[in-house]
């Protein structure tokens, strides 16, 4: 992530004014993303993040009904289970001008996104005795800014801001940027309104008793690229887009056309239920959030990490992600890894930390990223990325057996692994390391990249170049399958070399990162191949890869759900008492679910199972408080208390690809569950359930053709298997 917690840092999200709306409702469909406040305006005060955008642009930054010139009273508002819709109810308040009481009028507005365009549905019920007349107001507006001028950054210059045009029932506001660029947000009314202008429409209706009224307006996001500005930027994908229709017929189609997207998104997981309603909440909301943040690419379906802040394709992101939820459905790793694959770095760029074989960071097509403000247009800079890519190649492989897309991407797994022992280990000590080459880049990168994360046990900062101790877990994870790829592919000699590789790294790894004093590995060694003996969450990946001795592995189970480091929500980032320790902070103490997820599939791994269930129960306990069951990308790490909920944390992106994944992580890492190709073949290894969970019922598992439902019971000391129903060759054992 580029988001940072020190002032000083650039990429820093600033958080100076208080938020106008603490749990804003949240729309995603493709590149466009919609917060609204619970009213379903957009409210335009302060330096608030609501509004429609649109690859990172806002394309409305002001949207407010009225009745008779006041807002009306609010009743209650809720996105669909399903994230395919916004639902608001409202009624009017008492209205003098036409002697209309409270409560007569009710106002429903419906909302939803769809190909860059927003829809809404204004529908007027008159539940008096009377005619009632009445005005309806819409008043818009629309600043253009770009997506970091939000988070906080100053620009020097914009673009300029092109005069309202207005027809009898369309508005269009338009914008020409310093990119060459020129973005509009076309807004059309049916039926038109008895007045228009250049930031608001005025509705002028008489509804009889027991009858409605209905509007409908769309707002489209437009955008034109000048032949210039495609020169200047031809890295970028150029679309233009055409001006939605409106009216109900139009409405009533992308209604169905979102709803039907949302199904199929979903339809090629397995389905997961359970004893306890409320975790089933928790897991439909992830599958939701899940559905909502993915993208349909032409590489295929990629999640994007996050709303508001990282509305796009972040590497890392995307392949924990995908990892994650790769048990339920490979389709998304797949389409992660073809992205990733055709956007892999092929040369130097230092002002873009890009080097060739290294894998993408993040990718941004905002103006900012377009005119080189912000270097993020396409950045490499990210130490993990590239391990990772190849290890979610191997897992995808071990859980499809899908060896024609592992032909596809064997060049690019190669050239990954030529970038870990050339770029990445630059002085040939075995353990890869990074230190930024980019004046602009991020200063920090690994998955904590906070300027202040990477620290001594003092408080002082690491010089760089830092080697990371997740970052050679995920070394050793990716050498192992590509040795096993390696193998499928014939290149037995290659293979040998790579597993050779990994048990060389894993000697040197114990060797030089295990810390007895703080029963952990080093969070890093610095420059000056001294360790960082801060105890950190980083430590619990070396037990998910299997980097971790077995010796190591037992005490740092232990160690990491020692008060000072589990809150009782879940494993802080920094245990309490290191020097930089702050459960506030973004980095250096918070509590991040797909951190957790990662953690305890490790412990699951080791064979501590229990300990790794008190982690699945501390988030579940958390997701009963937080909206809608959605975990947030990060919370503070503050310990729990008795009556009290876990404290948010004010900017964090709610939802979070990665966030929504983790109790699918989770839920695998306490059944010891595995699916592998080769033969075709679910592995329980000692399952558990947690005790809030009686039964899981887990069905269409399936590998190509073979499919099995499973029914899991929980007893005192164990886990019965029931196979309700098994198609084709697939085998289920169960390991004690």
């Known amino acids: 992530m580029t988001d940072k917690i020190r002032i000083g840092d650039k990429w820093y999200v600033s958080a100076h004014a208080a938020r106008t709306e603490d749990d804003p409702h949240v729309l995603k469909h493709d590149e466009a993303f919609v917060l609204l406040d619970r009213y379903g305006d957009i409210q335009a005060l302060g330096a608030g993040e609501q509004g429609l955008y649109r690859?990172?642009?806002?394309?409305?930054?002001?949207?407010?009904?009225?009745?008779?010139?006041?807002?009306?009273?609010?009743?209650?508002?809720?996105?669909?289970?399903?994230?395919s819709l916004l639902i608001v109810e409202l009624m009017n308040p008492d209205l003098p001008r036409n002697a209309v009481p409270k409560g007569t009028l009710h106002l429903f507005r419906a909302k939803l996104?769809?190909?860059?365009?927003?829809?809404?549905?204004?529908?007027?019920?008159?539940?008096?005795?009377?005619?009632?007349?009445?005005?309806?107001?819409?008043?818009?507006?629309?600043?253009?800014?770009?997506?970091?001028?939000?988070?906080?950054?100053?620009?020097?210059?914009?673009?300029?801001?092109?005069?309202?045009?207005?027809?009898?029932?369309?508005?269009?506001?338009?914008?020409?940027?310093?990119?060459?660029?020129?973005?509009?947000?076309?807004?059309?009314?049916?039926?038109q309104p008895v007045a228009l202008s250049e930031n608001h429409a005025d509705f002028d209706l008489?509804?009889?008793?027991?009858?409605?009224?209905?509007?409908?307006?769309?707002?489209?996001?437009?955008?034109?690229?000048?032949?210039?500005?495609?020169?200047?930027?031809?890295?970028?994908?150029?679309?233009?887009?055409?001006?939605?229709?409106?009216?109900?017929?139009?409405?009533?189609?992308?209604?169905?056309?979102?709803?039907?997207?949302?199904?199929?998104?979903?339809?090629?997981?397995?389905?997961?239920?359970?004893?306890?309603?409320?975790?089933n909440l928790w897991l439909k909301r992830s599958v939701s959030d899940l559905a909502m943040l993915t993208t349909e690419l032409p590489t295929g379906p990629y999640p994007y990490a996050g709303v508001p802040w990282y509305s796009t394709t972040f590497g890392r992101d995307g392949i924990l992600t995908a990892r994650e939820y790769l048990w339920v459905d490979p389709a998304l790793a797949r389409g992660v890894i073809r992205f990733l694959a055709e956007t892999q770095a092929t040369a130097e760029d230092p002002e873009r930390d890009a080097e060739p074989g290294k894998i993408l960071h993040e990718a941004r097509k905002c103006e900012m990223a377009n005119t080189r403000e912000i270097p993020f247009g396409l950045y490499y800079g990210t130490v993990d990325a590239t391990p990772?890519?190849?290890?979610?190649?191997?897992?995808?492989?071990?859980?499809?057996?899908?060896?024609?897309?592992?032909?596809?991407?064997?060049?690019?797994?190669?050239?990954?692994?030529?970038?870990?022992?050339?770029?990445?280990?630059?002085?040939g000590d075995g353990f890869v390391e990074y230190a930024?080459?980019?004046?602009?880049?991020?200063?920090?990168q690994g998955w904590k990249d906070s300027n202040d994360s990477v620290f001594h046990a003092d408080g002082r900062m690491a010089e760089p170049p830092i080697a990371l101790c997740e970052v050679q877990a995920y070394v050793y994870e990716a050498k192992l399958f590509a040795a096993e790829l390696a193998s499928q592919l014939g290149e037995h000699e290659r293979a040998a070399q790579l597993r050779e590789q990994a048990e060389t790294l894993k000697r040197e790894f114990q060797a030089k990162f295990w810390c007895e004093e703080i029963g952990a590995y080093a969070l890093a060694l610095d420059g000056h191949k001294q360790p960082c003996r801060a105890a950190s969450s980083n430590t619990g990946h070396a037990l998910w890869t299997g980097i971790a001795a077995p010796e190591h592995a037992r005490r740092m189970a232990q160690r990491l759900l020692h008060p000072d480091f589990y809150s009782g929500w879940g494993v802080r980032t920094i245990a309490g008492g290191q020097a930089r320790y702050n459960p506030m902070s973004y980095h250096n103490g918070s509590i991040w679910p797909h951190d957790n997820a990662l953690i305890a599939a490790g412990m699951a791994r080791y064979g501590?199972?229990?300990?790794?269930?008190?982690?699945?129960?501390?988030?579940?306990?958390?997701?009963?408080?937080?909206?809608?069951?959605?975990?947030?990308?990060?919370?503070?790490?503050?310990?729990?208390?008795?009556?009290?909920?876990?404290?948010?944390?004010?900017?964090?992106?709610?939802?979070?690809a990665w966030a929504a994944a983790a109790v699918f992580g989770m839920v695998q890492a306490g059944l010891g569950l595995d699916v592998c190709c080769d033969p075709p073949e679910?592995?329980?290894?000692?399952?558990?359930?947690?005790?809030?969970?009686?039964?899981?019922?887990?069905?269409?598992?399936?590998?190509?053709?073979?499919?099995?439902?499973l029914l899991l019971q929980r007893y005192d000391q164990n886990v019965g298997i029931e196979v309700m129903r098994k198609s084709g060759e697939m085998a289920v054992r169960v390991v004690i």
Not at 391 to 413: F, H, I, K, M, S
């Open 608 to 656: 501590y199972t229990q300990e790794a269930l008190r982690v699945l129960s501390g988030l579940f306990d958390a997701s009963l408080y937080f909206g809608q069951h959605r975990l947030p990308e990060l919370f503070c790490g503050f310990p729990r208390r008795p009556s009290e909920g876990p404290t948010l944390y004010p900017v964090a992106c709610s939802p979070q």
């Open 436 to 444: 930024r080459r980019s004046k602009d880049g991020l200063v920090q």
């Open 682 to 709: 679910v592995t329980l290894r000692a399952p558990r359930l947690p005790a809030f969970i009686d039964w899981v019922k887990i069905r269409n598992l399936s590998m190509g053709p073979n499919t099995v439902d």
């Open 113 to 191: 996104l769809w190909e860059n365009t927003c829809y809404e549905h204004l529908r007027i019920t008159n539940h008096g005795d009377e005619r009632a007349r009445l005005r309806i107001t819409l008043n818009f507006d629309a600043d253009f800014v770009d997506l970091f001028e939000v988070r906080g950054m100053e620009r020097t210059g914009r673009g300029e801001r092109a005069p309202t045009t207005c027809s009898a029932d369309e508005a269009t506001l338009g914008y020409r940027g310093l990119d060459g660029r020129t973005r509009r947000t076309r807004i059309r009314f049916e039926p």
């Open 388 to 427: 990772l890519f190849v290890g979610l190649v191997g897992a995808y492989y071990r859980r499809t057996g899908d060896l024609e897309l592992v032909r596809q991407v064997w060049p690019n797994v190669l050239l990954a692994l030529e970038w870990i022992d050339r770029y990445g280990d630059r002085d």
């Open 55 to 83: 690859e990172d642009t806002r394309y409305l930054s002001h949207l407010e009904l009225l009745i008779d010139g006041v807002r009306p009273m609010f009743l209650g508002s809720a996105v669909k289970e399903d994230n």
């Open 206 to 279: 008489e509804v009889d008793p027991k009858e409605e009224e209905h509007l409908y307006i769309t707002f489209s996001c437009e955008q034109e690229v000048a032949e210039d500005a495609v020169a200047a930027a031809p890295s970028q994908l150029e679309t233009t887009t055409q001006p939605a229709p409106s009216g109900l017929l139009h409405y009533d189609i992308a209604f169905r056309n979102n709803d039907s997207a949302r199904r199929n998104a979903i339809s090629t997981a397995c389905h997961i239920e359970t004893s306890n309603p409320l975790v």
